[in-house]
Each structure stands twice: as C-alpha cells, then as structure tokens.
C-alpha cells in the first residue's frame, strides 16, 4: 500500500503539472455539456415555410396566421409563384411550401372537400418526417374548427364514438433535453477516461520514464492501480459535476438512486480505463493511441443509441451492439434518472459490463509486459 499511495501522488502530480490537460479534463466537459445539451435535439423549431396563396380569402389567411402564431414555424414569404418559392427550396433557405389552390375558401364556404398542397425539403429524411407531421397537425386542428360536427339522429342506437386519452410517462411535456443530456453526459465522461488513460502508459514510454519503472521493483499490479486510479476518481467527478448540472440547471427529473449510477459508473469506468490501459500498452507514441481510441470511440458513439433507437439499427448491428459500452451505460443511467428504476431492474446490464471490465482488465494486464 504505501508503494501504491507514492505511486498515485506521482500520476496525480503529474496530471495537474500538465497544463494542456487541466482544461481538457475540467472545463471542456462542462462546456460541452452545456453547448451539446441543447444543439443535439431533433426538435423541429423555427422552420422556414414559404406560402403560395392563389385564394387570398380569409380562410387561407386565417390558416397562414397559425403556422405564424406556432413556435416551430417561420413564415418566410408569401407570395404567388410557384417557380419563384421552389428556388428558394432549391437553395435551402426554406424548408417547406404551403400551396393554396384559387377556391381553397370557396370549398370550404360549400362544405365540399378542399384542397392544399405541401412540398417538402426531404434531403434529410427525419427532418421532413418532423416538417409533415408539425404541417399536417395544424392543418388538421384548423379543419376541425372549420368543419360542422354532424352528430347521426336517424338512429338513436347507434355506438357513440370511442374517445382515447394518453399521457407521456417519465416526459410529460415531450421535451427532449431530459432525453439526451443523460447519453451526453455519458458521452463526456467516457471521453475524459478513454482518451487520458489511453495516452498514460505511452507517454511514459514516449519521455523515457517507462525504463525506470522497469528496472525498479514495483509490481506491475502496483503500477497499473496508480495508472488507473487518478481517472477513475476524475471521472467520479466529472459524472457528479454533470449530474448537479443536469439537475440544479437544466432541471432534469432524477427519480432513481444517485449511489445506484455510482456504482454502475464504477463497472462501467473500469471498462473503459481497461480498454483505454489495452491501447496504451499496444501502442507506442500518444498519436497513435489517440486515433486509435478515436476510432473505437466514434464506432461505439454512433450505436450507442445517443442519436438513433438502437431498435431502428439492423438486426447484425443490433447484435454488433451488443459489445458497446456505451450504450449499456446510456440505457442504465436514462432508466435511473428519469424513470426511477432500481438495482434489480438494471442488473442484467450492470451484469454484462461487469463481465465486460474483467475480460478488457484480463487483457490490458496481460499485454502489459514489465521488462528491464
């Protein structure tokens, strides 16, 4: 132990003499939680709509002032030219094109079925899915003011109609910063551990230190402890720091048990201190450690579920993910925080990421080779 304790003041001296790490390690998290929280959300706001109104009746008016008065619209023209409108959607400054035909109104006034057309710019599909649906909604809440409600009289025992009701459990204002900022704060905390620990070990190799660690009698136990334990306790801390955050200033719901995501956080960063410890002892400069850990890290990003529903994936990248970290971490933490779930709810993860910690330790200890 007391080999252990002068070991741990040495990584911890040496982390804090770094002057380049220091902001990497505490300020860049913050920063990138609070920019990312709000910049990754596929909420559709603000979107540019362009208006061909061929009817000018106050029926058309009427329906151009509610996608004005909605918070996800900006009526950027109306005007009468087809043409003219989709140059704008071909140079991207609109998304949408709302068409009125001459007797919108009229049909309407006569109680026959009228008519609207809607362009959509589709080169991102989710977001033309998003554009249609918020489009199609007014539309549909302006009919149901404008259209008689005829109630059936001519038979009196006739099935009334079925009324649903719902409820959004866990976001019941459907906001989606509670949704990412829990994957986001995951992705930051394994950024710090993955990337630090991954240039550790090598840059002892890169200044020279590393042949008189060899050549001492320090147990190779003992030195990979004191490499892994300085970032273990930083990511200790940058999960608590993003969590008072999360929840003092973006008011984010916490439901479950904070000393539950401790723990889990403990499994979980021991796997990635592992596997960042593995890419350190297989490389020899911190450049390549740094795009090897770079390459891992944007496969595991990207199907960890952050961004895309893993059931949306393919059924071989819904199994490929079932070797991602990341997305057992971000599925557990999302269940505590919002939904209050307990130990036994998440055990089954918790189990799978402990096995995962034993074989990457397994395996960065193993390649490790301590040499005179």
């Not at 009228?114 to 199609?136: D, K």
């Not at 050549?215 to 334990?229: E, G, H, Y």
Request: charged share 15%.
């Amino acid at each position: 132990m007391r080999v252990l304790k002068y070991l741990l003041q040495k990584e911890f001296l040496q982390i804090f003499r770094n002057k380049g790490m220091l902001p990497i390690i505490f300020v860049m998290p913050i920063i990138q939680l609070c920019v990312l929280s709000f910049a990754a959300t596929y909420d559709m706001k603000n979107t540019n709509l362009y208006v061909i109104d061929k009817d000018l009746s106050s029926h058309s008016r009427e329906l151009v002032s509610k996608f004005s008065g909605s918070p996800f619209f900006t009526v950027k023209e109306i005007g009468f030219s087809e043409a003219e409108a989709e140059k704008d959607l071909f140079k991207d400054r609109i998304d949408a094109i709302l068409v009125f035909d001459e007797d919108f109104g009229k049909s309407i006034d006569e109680k026959t079925q009228a008519s609207l057309q809607v362009l959509v710019n589709a080169i991102n599909a989710s977001s033309a899915g998003l554009y249609n649906a918020y489009i199609s909604s007014v539309i549909k809440d302006y009919s149901q003011t404008v259209v008689p409600d005829f109630k059936s009289i001519s038979k009196p025992n006739s099935l009334s109609s079925v009324q649903s009701t719902y409820s959004h459990q866990y976001n019941p204002e459907m906001k989606y910063i509670p949704y990412m900022l829990p994957g986001i704060l995951v992705l930051l905390v394994t950024v710090v551990a993955l990337f630090l620990s991954a240039m550790n070990v090598v840059r002892e190799k890169e200044i020279g230190t590393i042949e008189q660690i060899n050549v001492t009698p320090i147990k190779k136990s003992q030195f990979l402890m004191a490499k892994l334990i300085p970032f273990l306790v930083i990511g200790f801390f940058e999960l608590g720091l993003g969590l008072l955050i999360a929840v003092y200033g973006f008011q984010i719901p916490f439901l479950g048990s904070v000393w539950l995501i401790y723990l889990v956080a403990f499994v979980y960063l021991l796997v990635i201190l592992g596997f960042g410890l593995f890419i350190s002892t297989q490389t020899d400069t911190q450049q390549q450690a740094m795009f090897i850990a770079w390459f891992f890290m944007v496969i595991f990003l990207l199907m960890s579920g952050l961004f895309t529903p893993i059931e949306s994936m393919p059924e071989w990248g819904q199994k490929l993910n079932l070797l991602n970290p990341i997305a057992y971490f971000i599925r557990i933490i999302r269940m505590i925080m919002l939904k209050g779930s307990g130990f036994w709810d998440v055990a089954k993860d918790i189990s799978v990421l402990c096995f995962y910690s034993l074989v990457v330790l397994g395996l960065a200890v193993n390649r490790y080779r301590k040499v005179a």
